[in-house]
């Protein structure tokens, strides 16, 4: 399924050439789409729907499934501009929730402690350099981004997450709503008959 | 002379009409013309040769426009006299550089006059690389060809931006750069044009200054991004904080997963219906949270957004205008009944609720 995505989407890319469809496409290509009603909309539905599949394919509702279901309808409303969003499409199984063992920084790094560092701006300190690799972890499918692209995808990550977490909160909060309200007002009907 | 000047226009016209390789070739004969005459001895020549030369250095420039292969730097022809470096001219398509380099010629040695200078610089120079790129000439280039040879690839930069620079700073300090080089006459032929006043001048330095620029215009985004980070300042710190705010929308994005695993139980029902009890349920109660409401908003808006929610999610239902009470009731009542219809698994909220109706009843 995941296959069938970039495809369409590089067609859209070289037919669409009316202002308005231009508009739609720079819309989609920045990082504001994410905090557009629209965008949310189409996750939520997306988001949807997929649970309900999930729901009649397996019996079992794992927080980890649905965790890897909702990142995965999330990639696909990227609609493969960002590479954490084809990292996930790509390995569903490892991006995002890698659980593989990484080294500790060798020892040799503490040296740097004890001589205080002169140039501070000939090059990117280690310091910064640690914690762009702390960064690089965390994003998917950004293991071995320079610096400059790896700042630009943590961006858009970043926005994406935020309406990732809205939308889930919305969800959760109408299908809790919906069962809590729904049986009260059944048996309240049916206490007054 | 002017007789050879009307030549050589009616020529480089000839050029400009044709284009492409005959123009190139056409370009070559032009500036052996030229050559001839720079070899002629200089200085009675010079005021002369610079009017004469003063409007087939705009056709040159023109000429070499044409062929559209050539890439230049200067597109108009005041810059040509006010630009002391000079050029190099590819002849021929297959030996286009794609990188300016910049020297400053030294001339033969004759002119001291600066306008007079950079013409005839210019000339010379397409005529020494047009005939170095096709054919080997007799030593009279050699003494020029040396001079705009490769080792100038120090001054070269691949963006434009800084060439530009360099064509600001070098005005002010070609002056003093072509007296240095006249007086060393033969020896040092180049002299490095520098970027702007007051800066590195390297090419590397320059690179990474808007390399530094670049990283700085993302963390400035990414600071406003993520909240609390404006006050702080120091790359160390702000990566820091974005660090804990992309683990913390992640650990929430676990939570809430979590949480929708055991909330959501095992329905099959109808996603229209659904949706409309969705739509519904906004339209009931200020309780709601505003993150709800993000939700409702094909119920809010009547434009071109709710056309396409409709289109591709079957959102027929939702053209009904008016959301009462009741039929919200009746709505709850749809998935209450799947609800009850689907009692399946015994840890689910609804056969729980289920259960409960079962027992009041």
Redesign the interface.
Known sequence: MPNLEPSPVFKRRKTEGDPVSVHRIQSNQTMKRWTT??E??IY??KL??A??RS??TS?S???????QT??RVLAITAKGTTRWSRAILAAPLTAGTNMKKHKRAKVTVHTRLRKPVVNREKRK?P??ER??K??RR??PGCRKLS??NL??E??D???A??M????????????????A???T???G???NM | MESNAGTTETRSNVTVSDGGEVAAFESLQFTEEIHRLISAPATDNASSFTALLGLPATQVVELLHSPESVKLIVASAPNVEDFKGSFHFPSNTGLIQKDARFSVFSGEGNNKNEKSNSPEMTSKNSSANLEKAVKSEPAETASSLPLVSDPTVENRNIKRKDREKKVKGSTKKSKTATNESLEDAEKLPYVHVRARRGQATDSHSLAERA?RE??NA??K??QE??PGCNKISG??LV??E??N???S??R???F??????????????N?DS??T??SG?TMDGGN??S??T??M??DV?VNG?RQQ?QH??HFDTLKQPIWGREEV?NN??T??NS?LSYDS?ANS??TL?AN??KM??
Not at chain 1, 164 to 179: D, H, K
């Open positions: 009603k629209r949310h909309q939520s539905s949807f729907q649970l309900c729901r009649r019996s509702t794992s927080a980890k499934e649905l965790h909702a990142d300190l310091v910064v914690k762009l702390a960064l965390l994003v610096c400059n700042l630009e943590t961006s990550y970043i926005v997450l935020e990732q977490v809205r939308a889930m909160t919305a969800i959760t909060e109408f299908l809790s709503r919906g069962e309200q729904a049986p007002d059944r048996l009907s049916i206490g | 390399r670049k990283i993302r963390m985004l990414l991004l993520v790359t160390a990566l820091d974005i660090i705010h992309v683990q929308l992640q929430q994005v676990e809430l997963s979590m949480r929708l695993a055991t909330v959501n139980p095992r329905i099959d029902f996603l659904l949706f009890s969705e349920s709601f949270p993150l709800v993000p939700l908003w094909p808006q957004y929610f591709q999610w009731c709850y009542v998935p209450e609800l698994s909220a609804a609720h409960q109706l009041e009843l």
